[in-house]
């Protein structure tokens, strides 16, 4: 069992982030060929991700105020509590607006391989 904190977060720099939005400490699992990893991210007004992919499934769940998930065809505002899915491969990127007065904050699943490479394309 691994157990992980989301009340203590620290500012990330990752080359698919558009700012530093705050991560709390990441859970990751084995299971089989595939991995499985966790953590809760909260994104202040105009941090969002660039345009990206996974070799597996992503899951988001919102867990605090508004903010936007998007593909290539479509954007979404999303709030407290929506569920989103991303299958394998579909070109996404999810954060807050520009625009925003709150915090937007998401635990996010992902499970893929543990080959499975992030795919980062331009920010939105």
């Not at 969002?48 to 105020?65: M, N, P, S």
């Not at 508004?66 to 929506?82: C, F, L, M, P, W």
């Amino acid at each position: 069992m691994k157990v992980a904190s989301t009340s203590e977060k620290q500012e990330l720099e990752h080359p698919v982030q558009v700012g530093t939005p705050l991560i709390s400490e990441p859970v990751s699992g084995e299971f089989e060929n595939t991995g499985v990893d966790a953590a809760e991210v909260t994104f202040r007004p105009g941090e969002r991700t660039k345009f990206h992919t996974h070799a597996g499934v992503q899951i988001l769940y919102i867990t605090e105020g508004k903010g936007i998930v998007a593909t290539r065809d479509e954007e979404k505002e999303v709030s407290e509590g929506d569920l989103v899915i991303f299958p394998e491969g579909e070109e996404h990127w999810h954060g807050n607006t520009d625009e925003a007065e709150e915090n937007f904050s998401h635990i996010h699943f992902l499970a893929e391989s543990k080959d499975g490479e992030l795919e980062i394309q331009e920010a939105p």
